[in-house]
């Protein structure tokens, strides 16, 4: 595929992301892995390059450019087995294509919403920014980006919440979807950090200690506060 | 396949929860047994990992051995526990006007549980994934907790509305149980009642008496519930450690002592605490 080729077909889909539900898809679930793979691994880049002006710290920028797309995928596809099960017993089966559907597209929506934020953690970043100033930099910017995907992904269950019968369950499983998607995210996150690293330590994957829980450190900070 | 497809059915049926999604004759005692050991063992092993992980590295088995029996407790406690409160849902819902033999209650049960240790097993991943990134007994025992409590809400719901289904249900048994797999719609098609029954059907009765009815079968449902979750928690407690405390050695079974909520409440004591 020419550049061109591949620049059209990333319009078409970023077009179909926010197209109303109604309106036939052209977007495959491949083409909406790759594009939320992609545009994720670029902020992901711009994320990690923080006080990037060292030889050890260069490394981070690839680190962060891998975990970005980790943390959105691998959340999903944990909370994926949880969601389809109680979609099925809450009798939405019928139903399970456009609800899983309608995740797809706010992924990709949100990794996509993430790549076109990639030049501002470079403007912060490069405007003086302390560590401090980075982290809340780029939790804003993810904030954003995650508002985004949920509401693509509102617009697209607003044809099942509306349906007469089954749209209070719909409803209910957008909310559990939301509830268990943060929760598994927040912990991830937490899992895969430095995002964007310490600039007095060199470049990591993950930290010396990755696998505590985030839930048990917010717990601890409040009682030492 | 063909277990997992029947799973798949009895998902699908199971917010309907329709005496012929639950009671088809491919449906019978085996396979929801099949199904009862073998989700509680998927959600066993996962509850079973947390060990291992605290205990990887050091000399010994305690890990391995505390997964082993995480994953032959778990669908035990289940069985236990079915074996305790089953006659009394057997009766409680003939009290209540739900007119199925032993074996046909006992199917409805065992869905039941099946409906529960699905979703158990469904949530099984974030367990996975909470138990290899934390060290933390007290947060694993809260994590758990709600996991199942949200797991055994659904299946009591399930249980309910097929109880509830039943006891207001204007079809006969046999034709339903000899009927091939057909889908739920077909029900609508179902022959009228037989002559034989002995049980009214509800149109025999006046509407206030089945309201009425219906009534007495909600309270005595919402008191055999109580009773099934006390008996669980308590189980569960008897036949601890089920995910297994870090400092303690592995024994298959600890002292009786305490009760489920006291210990419970320790542990989120602990998780707050200093």
Not at chain 1, 20 to 30: D, F
Not at chain 1, 67 to 83: A, D, I
Not at chain 2, 54 to 75: E, I, M, R
Request: hydrophobic residues 55%; charged residues 10%.
């Amino acid at each position: 595929m020419t550049a061109r080729g591949l620049l059209s077909a990333a319009d078409a889909l970023i077009h179909d992301l926010g197209r109303e539900p109604a309106a036939p898809a052209q977007a495959r679930p491949l083409a909406l892995l790759i594009a939320l793979i992609v545009s994720a691994a670029v902020y992901g880049a711009c994320m990690g390059s923080f006080s990037a002006y060292s030889a050890a710290r260069v490394p981070q920028i690839a680190y962060a450019a891998i975990k970005v797309p980790m943390l959105v995928v691998v959340t999903s596809g944990l909370c994926m087995p949880g969601f389809v099960v109680l979609n099925l017993t809450l009798g939405l089966g019928a139903d399970l294509g456009s609800a899983l559907r309608a995740i797809a597209f706010a992924q990709c929506a949100l990794g996509v919403a993430l790549g076109s934020l990639a030049p501002f953690p470079l403007l912060v970043y490069a405007s003086g920014a302390s560590h401090d100033g980075a982290l809340i930099g780029n939790a804003v910017l993810f904030s954003l980006a995650t508002a985004i995907g949920h509401t693509v992904m509102r617009r697209r269950y607003r044809e099942l919440s509306a349906q007469p019968e089954h749209g209070g369950r719909h409803r209910v499983m957008l909310w559990v979807w939301t509830t268990l998607y943060a929760f598994v995210g927040m912990q991830m996150g937490w899992m895969l950090r430095p995002f964007v690293g310490s600039p007095g330590m060199p470049a990591a994957f993950l930290r010396e200690e990755p696998f505590t829980n985030a839930y048990i450190e917010i717990i601890d900070l409040f009682l030492r506060w | 396949m063909k277990a997992f497809r029947q799973l798949d059915n009895l998902l699908r049926a199971a917010h309907l929860a329709q005496r012929s999604a639950v009671l088809r004759p491919e449906l019978g005692l085996g396979p929801l047994l099949f199904f009862v050991l073998s989700l509680g063992a998927l959600y066993g092993f996962f509850m079973g990992w947390y060990s291992v992980s605290v205990h990887w590295g050091q000399s010994g088995a305690d890990g391995w051995l505390q997964l082993l029996a995480s994953t032959l407790k778990f669908p035990a406690l289940f069985l236990c526990t079915l074996l305790v409160t089953f006659p009394s849902l057997y009766v409680f819902s003939a009290l209540g006007g739900v007119h199925l033999d032993f074996e046909q209650a006992l199917r409805v049960m065992l869905a039941a549980i099946v409906v529960h240790l699905t979703v158990a097993a469904s949530l099984g991943t974030i367990l996975a994934f909470f138990t290899l990134s934390t060290r933390s007994y007290p947060f694993m025992v809260v994590l758990n907790i709600a996991l199942l409590g949200v797991a055994g809400s659904i299946g009591l719901a399930f249980l309910r509305r097929a109880l509830q289904t039943m006891s207001t249900s204007v079809l006969p048994v046999a034709p339903v149980l000899e009927a091939p797999a057909a889908p739920a719609a077909s029900e609508a098609q179902a022959p009228p009642p037989q002559s034989d029954s002995s049980v009214p059907p509800p149109a025999s009765r006046g509407a206030p008496q089945v309201a009425a009815e219906a009534q007495t079968a909600r309270m005595i449902f919402r008191v055999w519930t109580v009773l099934y979750g006390l008996v669980g928690v308590q189980m569960a407690w008897l036949l601890r450690p089920m995910i297994g405390r870090p400092e303690l050695t592995f024994s298959w079974f600890r002292a009786r002592e305490g009760n489920f909520f006291l210990g419970a409440l320790q542990n989120l004591a602990d998780m707050f605490g200093p």
